[in-house]
């Protein structure tokens, strides 16, 4: 009977995940890595960042079998993140229910079905959600593991190998873990999983470098962008101080991520918890939180968190477990403070202003949706160049992507070898060439940033600040204005890159 029921509470919350999600779907690619993944289903080329290294290959093959289903790039994205969150409800349900009974499982699936990150994550083509999803299979995997069931030794490598064929960076914060609960299996169980481990990453790492031009041309790329990003921000090549904002950032997003009811956290669990629980869980989560605190993690890149939530909501749902069995409040107090609490995390994900948030999701879409029509209606492709921006919303790749006729070309210029080059894009096709002929067009359009960043306000000032008086002049068209010039006086922003 207990299993009857915990089925049906896992059958009820992937439904109301699945209908929430699906209800607040973004209807555009969300952000440039959105972007990315997009152009890297008609052609998957990391040199050129189709998508961006490391690849993703398995995402990318997954959403290229989607959008055969949805005819849709983005669509089909969504609809694996979709996907991936009710199996990661799912997943959560069940590691609770095995830790610390059916009423904490109940409650650690609520909160991740509320959870505002989550919920957000779950409605736009990023890969975090995915990976959460493999967290929470391959914890649990893990678990059963290290609780003597060797069976699930094999299974849980192969897990962990598909996983990285999703998100690279989850064989490095996942691995520890299986290391971990090997601990208990018997040699040759050990060594058949190292090999069925290296088996399956070799699956799909050999036709990736394959399809990335080999290995050299793979390499190149990702350490490309290791070292124009991440590889700046590290504790070895940035002050100590940028690690400790960073794990500031993660208190935070900590906060963002549960909402209401991270108060939870200063409530002690009177329950108990299986043997073992306390120190598997540390290792599960302290390779990430060491990852993001020590190497890399913005803001605007809170989903990597989420390859620790799974862990974190079976444990939330414990202490919510016990709140409710030894609260004096009366059962409908109870059931008030709940609702209240549901409905606090309802509002942060509808109307918080933050970029996670449904209305700024939405916002942002109307914003692109109005640009792209607005430059359609006062240029023509033949005439016109695009200039865009390296930025995550409504930069480069979206003005390339939805306007797919112009030629659109990207500030700043890169390096390339031992000069500079230019990505350049058209018919949703990226290029990164030395140079680029710009002499048949009449003019240069500058792809506008969102109005709502002083950040964006500040960067375009500085950008016009560049030519001469008089040289640019403004263009308003449906309330938004553009900056536009001659194409003779492009080689202000790229005196290497461009020829007439």
């Known amino acids: 009977m207990t299993d ?76 694996i993140s979709i996907l991936a969150s009710c199996g990661t409800v799912a997943m959560i349900h069940l590691l609770a229910s095995g830790w610390f009974g059916r009423a904490a499982a109940a409650f650690a699936g609520i909160i991740f079905v509320l959870s505002p990150l989550a919920w957000f994550h779950g409605t736009v083509a990023l890969t975090y959600i995915v990976e959460a999803f493999f967290s929470a299979l391959v914890g649990y995997l893990c678990w059963r593991v290290y609780c003597g069931a060797a069976q699930f030794a094999i299974p849980a490598v192969v897990a962990l190998g598909v ?36 088996l399956v990453l070799a699956a799909w790492l050999v036709p990736m470098i394959h399809s990335s031009g080999g290995l050299h041309a793979y390499v190149s790329s ?10 700046r921000q590290t504790v070895l090549t940035s002050p100590i101080a940028t690690s400790l904002v ?25 329950s108990a918890s299986p043997s073992g629980a306390k120190t598997f869980t540390w290792i599960w989560i302290s390779p990430g939180l060491l990852l993001f605190t020590l190497v890399y993690l913005k803001f605007v890149n809170s989903g990597y968190l989420l390859v620790l939530l799974p862990p974190a909501c079976a444990w939330m749902g414990s202490w919510a477990a016990d709140w409710y069995v030894r609260s004096p409040l009366k059962p409908t107090a109870r059931i008030v403070l709940i609702t209240a609490a549901a409905a606090i995390n ?60 112009y030629l659109t070309i990207q500030f700043p210029e890169v390096p390339l070898g031992s000069t500079t080059g230019v990505f350049a894009m058209q018919n ?73």
């Open 4 to 79: 009857s029921w915990n089925a049906r509470d896992s059958a009820l919350l992937i439904a109301i995940t699945a209908l929430t999600r699906w209800a607040f779907r973004s209807r555009f690619l969300y952000d440039i890595d959105s972007v990315n993944f997009a152009l890297g289903l008609d052609r998957f080329d990391p040199r050129v960042y189709q998508p961006h290294p490391p690849g993703y290959f398995l995402y990318v093959q997954l959403g290229t079998l989607a959008h055969s289903i949805f005819h849709d790039s983005n669509t089909a994205l969504v609809a």
């Open 163 to 198: 996983a990285a064929g999703f998100r690279q960076s989850s064989l490095v914060v996942l691995a520890p873990l299986a290391i971990y609960s090997f601990q208990r299996v018997s040699r040759r169980c050990a060594i058949g999983g190292i090999a069925s481990l290296l």
């Open 222 to 231: 990702l350490w490309s962008l290791w070292t124009l990003v991440p590889g």
């Open 246 to 270: 960073r794990l500031c950032l993660i208190v935070a997003i900590y906060g963002l991520c549960f909402g209401s009811a991270v108060l939870l956290i200063f409530r002690r669990s009177k």
């Open 346 to 405: 309802v509002v942060i994900f509808v109307r918080a202003p933050l970029y996670c948030s449904y209305w700024a999701v939405r916002q942002s879409q109307q914003q692109l949706a109005a640009v792209v029509a607005s430059v359609q209606q006062i240029s023509q492709p033949q005439q016109t160049l695009l200039i865009g921006f390296d930025s995550h919303f409504q930069g480069y790749r979206h003005a390339g992507f939805y306007l797919p006729d």
């Open 428 to 500: 949703r096709q990226t290029m990164l060439a030395s140079h680029i002929a710009v002499g048949s067009f009449r003019d240069f359009i500058l792809f506008p940033l969102p109005p709502s960043e002083k950040e964006y306000a500040d960067y375009m000032n500085r950008i016009r600040a560049r030519f001469p008086a008089g040289e640019l002049h403004i263009t308003t068209q449906n309330g938004i204005e553009f900056l536009r010039g001659p194409i003779s006086s492009l080689l202000v922003l790229f005196p290497n890159a461009i020829i007439f």
